[in-house]
């Protein structure tokens, strides 16, 4: 009879605590949070505008803030709004713990690899990466995912929890100038020194060129077509990964175009057939 009691008296104390006024106090404190989270996106959004150099700071404070505001927002208000005693709290963590470890484990999984990620900074918002068969821009990394933008425009989310365990490589780590290599194959008779000459002028005069940091080559022979040919590997330094497309494109255009002013041979597919 004391434990039906008892259990009855919990209950009425659960059913008490949230009364109407509790839940609209919540749903307006939810309401609150989210508006404060758009008005800092919208703040940083502005400031980036206004300071390009520094986006990616900008983009990394601002998601640090937004994974503070939703955790502590969200636990503050609980609390503070329905007041609920110590083991009420000990009951729900205890509860939520469970739940975590059974019912919700990949997301589990994926919230725990997100504040991994906040620490341990494999990779930042802005940098440009590559995860498998997908590359892109990083936008934002998220308590349960990370969302990379291709460069076909494509916004691609992924777990948090693939980052732990798959393999990931970063161009610019968290650098506003990343390296871009673009390959040149040349014929086996070709003048190389003055092609590779050329295309150094090409590079250092492209707008797109960050020249703080070195231009270098990489001359290698290789199959093409079933025919041996010269690959000549440029890597040079693009000003802003935004721009790394262009950079690239810039770079073929105008280097193509000044190999064959300079009659530098290139290598000829033949048309019969084996």
């Not at 969302?147 to 989310?157: E, G, P, Q, S």
């Amino acid at each position: 009879m004391n434990d039906t009691s008892g259990l009855v008296d919990g209950l009425l104390s659960v059913a008490g605590i949230f009364n109407f006024y509790a839940i609209f106090l919540l749903f307006s404190g939810g309401v609150a949070l989210w508006a404060l989270a758009k008005t800092l996106n919208n703040v940083s959004n502005r400031l980036m505008e206004k300071i390009p150099a520094r986006r990616f700071f900008i983009l990394q404070i601002s998601t640090l803030l937004s994974f503070a505001l939703y955790i502590f927002g969200t636990v503050g208000l609980l609390i503070g709004v329905l007041q609920p005693p110590k083991e009420l709290i000990f009951a729900a963590a205890g509860s939520v713990a469970v739940a975590l470890g059974f019912a919700l484990k990949d997301i589990a999984a994926s919230l725990v690899a997100g504040i991994l990620l906040l620490f341990d900074r494999p990779f930042r918002v802005g940098d440009r990466v590559n995860f498998g068969d997908t590359y892109g821009e990083i936008v934002s990394i998220g308590l349960r995912t990370v969302r990379l933008v291709t460069l076909d425009d494509n916004l691609v989310t992924i777990p948090n929890s693939r980052f732990i365990t798959d393999v990931v490589s970063s161009g610019n780590a968290g650098e506003l100038d990343m390296m871009v290599v673009t390959d040149f194959h040349l014929a086996l008779d070709a003048d190389i020194p003055r092609a590779r000459k050329l295309l150094e002028e090409v590079v250092v005069t492209s707008r797109y060129a960050y020249l703080k940091k070195p231009v270098s080559f990489v001359v290698e022979e290789l199959e093409v077509a079933h025919m041996l040919a010269i690959r000549l590997r440029v890597k040079a330094y693009v000003l802003d990964v935004r721009y790394e497309k262009a950079f690239q494109s810039d770079i073929v255009l105008r280097g193509t175009q000044l190999l064959n002013e300079h009659k530098i041979a290139r290598p000829k597919i033949s048309s019969e057939r084996t």
